[in-house]
């Protein structure tokens, strides 16, 4: 299983001058597994599902707009050989 979260914060926003960003949210969690053979350098299977989450705020000369983004995914990886 795997989890991950960020506090509120500040988003530098480089392609928007003079634009402020706040991350709001950023939740998601998943569970999967990986087969791995050491003699190779990616897994041989692995599969992942998830849910995230993440909801930012941005500023940009007095007009304010809310973004959400809300993804579930669903992963399969297998060796071809």
């Known amino acids: 299983t795997h989890a ?5 914060q500040t988003v530098e ?11 709001l949210e950023l939740s998601g969690s998943g ?6 053979d050491l003699g190779r350098i990616l897994p041989v299977r692995a599969n992942m ?5 993440s909801t930012f705020e941005t500023d940009v000369g007095g007009q304010t ?11 399969e990886l297998e060796s071809m050989e």
């Not at 926003?13 to 991350?23: C, F, H, I, K, Q």
């Not at 707009?65 to 669903?74: C, F, G, S, V, Y």
């Open 4 to 8: 991950q979260d960020a506090p509120r």
């Open 13 to 23: 926003v480089d392609d928007m001058p003079g634009a402020t960003s706040e991350l």
């Open 31 to 36: 569970e999967g597994e990986h087969a791995f």
């Open 49 to 53: 599902d998830g849910d995230f989450e």
């Open 65 to 75: 707009q809310r973004m959400t983004l809300d993804m579930e995914i669903a992963l």
